[in-house]
């Protein structure tokens, strides 16, 4: 186990790059998807013809990334099977959880030695987006300054976000600088779309077990080091057995 109160003082060039290598968090309970999730774990879950984690390796591959580093915990051997028996053309490795689900935070922290010193992505394995007129991966690293910035999270507004029944995660400033949560009782107009680069520095001083990413992402929004860039294509918010067939419509409607 890793220790805690660690600290990491990386601090690469900036660039603009496609980051090589990005994190696939793949080891949630996929509670809200049951009864679909029961016998799967909810990545495999298929939405128009494909398992939505071979929807993310679409979008990973077509970016430019050349590896994958997995976390996965629930149902992990028939993610592990269907990650070996695929053709992704990425490279992966698996981060394994199975003796403790570690949620977000802790997840990158049990795979911090699998994702190197440079900026790197993270995405949701049960994320399903389309692009608008740029790759939003692409646009994600153009936009990245690494002198700026420890975290850049693409964001969709509220009233574009498919299928979601949320009020809004995050306020933007009129330079893309996250500057809060959503409110008690009020909207928030942006939507964590579940894609962000982040810098190896943002893991620092982390608790002992599972936490969420939302840990660093504070202190980053604190320190004015966290940014928001919006999606100009559609996303999709699959998390109930609803909403598959709702955007599997909306797919075919182009």
Do not use: C
């Not at 982390?206 to 992402?217: I, K, R």
């Amino acid at each position: 186990m890793m220790k805690p109160k660690r600290t990491l003082n990386i601090r690469p060039e900036p660039g603009g790059t496609v980051p090589k290598t990005a994190m696939v968090m793949a080891a949630g309970l996929g509670k809200r998807m049951r009864p679909l999730t029961a016998t799967r774990p909810k990545p495999l879950i298929e939405v128009a013809g494909k398992p939505l984690i071979g929807h993310v390796f679409d979008r990973l591959r077509a970016s430019g990334v050349e590896r994958a580093v997995v976390n996965v915990h629930y149902l992990a051997d028939a993610l592990e099977a269907y990650l070996h028996n695929r053709e992704t053309g990425i490279d992966i490795v698996v981060s394994d959880e199975r003796g403790r689900l570690m949620e977000t935070g802790g997840g990158l922290v049990q795979a911090r030695g699998l994702l190197g010193d440079e900026p790197f992505l993270v995405v949701n394995s049960d994320n399903l987006w389309v692009d608008g007129p740029s790759d939003a991966i692409k646009m994600l690293a153009a936009r990245w300054d690494d002198a700026t910035m420890d975290a850049l999270l693409l964001m969709v507004p509220l009233a574009r976000a498919n299928h979601h029944g949320g009020r809004g995660d995050f306020r933007l400033a009129p330079d893309g600088r996250i500057l809060g949560r959503r409110q008690p009782g009020r909207l928030a107009p942006f939507v964590y779309t579940g894609v962000q680069i982040l810098s190896p520095r943002v893991i620092a001083d982390w608790p002992e077990g599972p936490f969420s990413t939302m840990l660093f992402w504070e202190r980053a929004i604190v320190a004015g080091r966290a940014y928001g860039l919006v999606h100009q294509g559609l996303w999709f918010d699959v998390g109930t057995p609803g909403a598959v067939p709702l955007t599997e419509a909306m797919l075919a409607d182009g």
